[in-house]
């Protein structure tokens, strides 16, 4: 069973930077797209980035270009999520997920495992 654990989440300020780390249980972690999702309180769970098997391509929200960015290291099982220039708007619960497909698709459906979240907070 592949699991999916997120770290890294936090309390910061508006401005501020943030990583957030998920790790993969399996080896097969390079045979996966990799996505981030996020949901904040009262609203559904959307789309943040993603990323392919080999991290040749990235895909990302409207709402995050030119802010955040995801990487992978297929050696650590392992995909980032670095957060620049935050807003209160960034606070979610943040979910990295695996996905079987190609592209950086944005679809959650289209993901076959979650994480469990961890808690990002922006203050104002």
């Known amino acids: 069973q592949v699991q999916l654990v997120e770290s890294g989440g936090g309390l910061v300020q508006a401005g501020d930077s943030l990583r957030v780390s998920c790790v993969m249980s399996e080896r097969t972690f390079s045979s996966y797209t990799m996505g981030w999702f996020r949901q904040a309180p009262g609203k559904e769970r959307e789309f943040v980035a993603a990323i392919t098997r080999n991290g040749g391509t990235t895909g990302f929200a409207d709402s995050v270009k030119g802010r955040f960015s995801i990487s992978r290291d297929n050696a650590k099982n392992t995909v980032y999520l670095q957060m620049n220039s935050l807003k209160p708007e960034d606070t979610a619960v943040y979910y990295c997920?695996?996905?079987?497909?190609?592209?950086?698709?944005?679809?959650?459906?289209?993901?076959?495992?979650w994480g469990q979240g961890t808690q990002v907070t922006v203050s104002s």
């Open positions: 997920a695996a996905s079987t497909y190609y592209t950086p698709t944005q679809y959650s459906r289209n993901y076959n495992y």
